[in-house]
């Protein structure tokens, strides 16, 4: 299932015809051995995972896509649909197949793969659904491509990318979870929203749990280099509390209020994790709040945790995690967050 037909040599008995149109010039080299594509794998065809797909291909972040699902009609239906929209494409070999090997050789392994998220239900208890799932997906993921980074975004994220760094025997810094980092672009939407800004000139993250126990980092929030709060307080421009709390409380229902909705979330996690790529495979070095091993830092110390800390990535994948002032309410809403995900990672047994 690698390639459509249409896909392959057009000659009498499948002779390769690309020589009769395309002729070397005189002199000219093989190409330099060090000379490679950029090689992203999408695990699952689902809603997110499409978007994720659908989202690399528009902004010409990978060389070659592949494509893995267990369900091989949808997976080909998937592949053709792009391939046939190759002609308004930057160019880009898309491949599909239910093995795994298929994958080998990818510079980013993207794992969508899980059970559908039922409105009303917590990420946290999507967990006993996909755990098992994982045993079967992450071993043979990072076996056929051990430089790999490994970017999780099934949920419940947190839990499943610690999952995924014990499968995969990965150093830790190759191992990431999605996180937070639509959690913040919806906080940074909703700030905007109040202040009629661009969300661009909002510097403004949610840290923690991908879920209910996140933390608002209302101390660094800033719009255009000025910081809100002691802007506020400086120009002694009353606000409540409640309100903040509010706005927190938008961005953790903002998931559940899509999925009521529609029926699932897609689009906006699916430039979320684009915005991910492009700055692992570019080494852009840009600081994303995603997940983790949050491990001695920020005063957690409870066991090994991922969770969301704003971190700087690059072609190593966590090059590190920014050392931000909190509050000491931040902090230790921080600790429960990550006593949160604790208390579920240790009834997995791993």
């Known amino acids: 299932m690698q390639r459509s037909a249409s896909s392959l040599a057009l000659g009498p008995g499948g002779l390769d015809l690309a020589p009769s149109f395309f002729k070397p010039i005189h002199g000219a080299s093989p190409p330099p051995p060090t000379s490679r594509n950029t090689k992203i794998s999408v695990v699952g065809v689902g809603n997110v995972g499409m978007a994720i797909a659908q989202t690399i291909l528009t902004q010409d972040l990978a060389d070659e896509l592949a494509l893995v699902d267990v369900n091989a009609d949808k997976l080909r239906g998937e592949m053709l649909d792009l391939q046939h929209?190759?002609?308004?494409?930057?160019?880009?070999?898309?491949?599909?197949?239910?093995?795994?090997?298929?994958?080998?050789?990818?510079?980013?392994?993207?794992?969508?793969?899980?059970?559908?998220?039922?409105?009303?239900?917590?990420?946290?208890?999507?967990?006993?659904?996909?755990?098992?799932?994982?045993?079967?997906?992450?071993?043979?993921?990072?076996?056929?491509?051990?430089?790999?980074?490994?970017?999780?975004?099934?949920?419940?994220?947190?839990?499943?990318?610690?999952?995924?760094?014990?499968?995969?025997?990965?150093?830790?810094?190759?191992?990431?979870?999605?996180?937070?980092?639509?959690?913040?672009?919806?906080?940074?939407?909703?700030?905007?929203?109040?202040?009629?800004?661009?969300?661009?000139?909002?510097?403004?993250?949610?840290?923690?749990?991908?879920?209910?126990?996140?933390?608002?980092?209302?101390?660094?929030?800033?719009?255009?280099?000025?910081?809100?709060?002691?802007?506020?307080?400086?120009?002694?421009?009353?606000?409540?509390?409640?309100?903040?709390?509010?706005?927190?409380?938008?961005?953790?229902?903002?998931?559940?209020?899509?999925?009521?909705?529609?029926?699932?979330t897609s689009w906006a996690i699916g430039y979320s994790v684009a915005n991910l790529a492009r700055t692992i495979l570019r080494d852009q070095h840009k600081v994303h709040p995603v997940s983790v091993l949050a491990k001695g830092l920020y005063g957690i110390d409870g066991g090994e945790v991922f969770l969301s800390l704003p971190t700087q990535l690059g072609r190593n994948g966590v090059l590190g995690v920014t050392n931000l002032h909190l509050t000491e309410e931040e902090c230790q809403q921080l600790k429960r967050s990550a006593t949160t995900i604790l208390e579920v990672q240790s009834q997995l047994g791993i």
């Open 85 to 264: 929209a190759a002609a308004f494409l930057p160019r880009t070999t898309i491949s599909a197949s239910v093995d795994y090997s298929s994958t080998v050789g990818s510079d980013l392994l993207i794992v969508t793969a899980g059970a559908r998220q039922i409105p009303g239900e917590s990420r946290l208890n999507l967990l006993q659904r996909n755990l098992a799932l994982f045993s079967k997906i992450i071993p043979p993921l990072s076996a056929a491509s051990p430089d790999a980074i490994l970017l999780i975004v099934s949920n419940p994220v947190d839990v499943l990318t610690y999952v995924a760094w014990k499968l995969s025997g990965l150093p830790a810094n190759r191992v990431i979870g999605s996180g937070t980092n639509l959690d913040s672009s919806r906080f940074r939407f909703l700030i905007a929203d109040h202040l009629d800004v661009n969300a661009q000139d909002v510097q403004a993250y949610i840290m923690g749990e991908h879920g209910d126990s996140s933390v608002a980092l209302w101390s660094s929030i800033s719009v255009g280099g000025v910081p809100i709060l002691s802007f506020l307080e400086r120009q002694q421009i009353a606000y409540e509390k409640q309100t903040l709390e509010k706005i927190h409380k938008e961005v953790v229902q903002g998931a559940y209020e899509v999925i009521g909705l529609k029926g699932y």
